[in-house]
């Protein structure tokens, strides 16, 4: 069956490339009413990440370019990452202030699927620029909002390293606007060839005559992830490109994600199917994902005898036990998205869906905020959890506002 989508007039007056948009959108987020940008990184882990991402070496152009140009014109400048999660933003004094009022700030997550149509997750999905005007925007409070991004490539492989956008009023999707962040874009994308040309001359140099193995080799340019939670169907982020996999293939990567010294095929067969199924339905699975990743993604095409992958792949879900154990409890609520592919009957991917599930709700009632516990309270699975809702209450001082909503779900929990 055919999805349905609301608002159904109002999708067809808009362009056809906006209009996919918003159907994406609907399919990931179901409503345009509430929306706010998740915060993924606070200052210390932000100036972490962006100290590694490629994209810092392209900086010092676009600071030049289209930074400092932005002051005092009510525009903003951001640089985001291959996921949509910006990495910088500058530009007007004024408008930051306004933008922080809609979460438009560094660490925000703008992706299509955290926040519907903008000019940053939308170029990204789609792998070329884009300007979105006004109302075009999915989320309402961005309505006041119009912005230009263009993706910026990977010099050698091709690969969408991240975006630039600009971002304000009317004047950020004029005429010139979009040519000067594509000049821009081209610009920074050079700066990032010389830059890797001068890094490997560096390290040739170092190495000398004793250049063979690994020892000198540089770090990869990007980290590879992969998506489960909230979803059944995993999303892949491989050198910059996106593919979305199905439900067994998800389980197979999130498994060999967690063993990256790999696993036998008997090993891998218990893990991913709930009975006892012959070594041939595994085998089968992995001509099928080798033959896909071949085509979508092959610097991640796994390795036989042991089946391993050959580099790292990072799982959202163990991110979120990575914060958790940091104490970022804000950080790993808002980047749990739900269960991990809350349908699958494999063995390793529900240990991973109850480990991360158990360990987030311990850590959010034992040591959160009321207001980070508050927000647990929204997911799905703590909509009946009693001793939650309880120590809510508890923790909210005597003449909070709060103290109402809470007191009237208890209620319901308890008649």
């Not at 990495?87 to 306004?98: F, I, M, N, T, Y």
């Not at 790993?332 to 063995?347: D, F, I, K, Q």
């Amino acid at each position: 069956m055919s999805p349905t989508y609301p608002l159904l007039d109002p999708l067809e007056a808009l362009r056809p490339l906006v209009r996919d948009s918003w159907k994406r959108s609907f399919d990931a987020l179901a409503t345009t009413d509430g929306l706010e940008p998740p915060l993924i990184w606070e200052s210390r882990e932000l100036v972490e990440f962006r100290r590694d991402h490629p994209l810092s070496a392209i900086m010092p152009v676009i600071n030049k370019l289209l930074i400092e140009p932005s002051h005092d014109t009510g525009l903003l400048v951001a640089v985001g990452d291959e996921h949509g999660r910006l990495l910088w933003v500058e530009g007007d004094s004024s408008a930051r202030r306004h933008g922080e009022n809609i979460n438009f700030a560094r660490g925000a997550d703008w992706s299509e699927t955290a926040v519907g149509t903008s000019a940053p997750g939308t170029a990204l999905v789609l792998g070329k620029s884009v300007q979105i005007v006004g109302r075009e925007h999915f989320n309402p409070a961005v309505h006041s909002w119009s912005c230009t991004a263009v993706p910026v490539h990977d010099p050698d492989s091709g690969s969408v390293l991240g975006i630039v956008d600009i971002t304000g009023g009317a004047e950020a999707v004029g005429a010139n606007t979009l040519s000067l962040v594509q000049a821009t874009v081209a610009a920074a994308e050079a700066q990032l060839r010389i830059h890797r040309l001068e890094r490997q001359m560096d390290a040739g140099k170092r190495q000398g005559k004793r250049s063979h193995g690994t020892s000198g080799a540089s770090k990869p340019l990007y980290r590879d992830s992969l998506q489960i939670l909230g979803r059944d169907q995993g999303l892949l982020h491989v050198a910059g490109q996106a593919v979305i996999l199905s439900e067994r293939h998800t389980e197979i990567l999130a498994v060999l994600a967690l063993h990256p010294d790999g696993l036998s095929a008997d090993e891998l067969t218990a893990k991913v199917y709930p009975d006892g199924t012959s070594l041939t339905s595994i085998r089968a699975e992995m001509v099928r994902l080798r033959k896909l990743l071949l085509s979508a993604a092959p610097s991640l095409v796994p390795e036989s005898r042991p089946y391993r992958l050959p580099r790292p792949l990072v799982l959202d879900a163990e991110q979120v036990r990575n914060y958790l154990d940091r104490g970022a409890h804000r950080l790993a609520l808002n980047m749990y998205r739900g269960e991990a592919m809350p349908r699958s009957l494999a063995p390793a991917v529900e240990g991973i869906r109850n480990r991360v599930a158990v360990q987030l709700r311990e850590a959010i009632l034992n040591d959160a905020s009321p207001e980070v516990l508050l927000t647990y309270l929204q997911l799905s699975e703590a909509t009946d959890d009693v001793e939650a809702w309880r120590t809510a209450l508890r923790l909210l001082p005597p003449r909070s506002p709060k103290r109402a909503a809470v007191v009237a779900h208890l209620e319901d929990l308890e008649t």
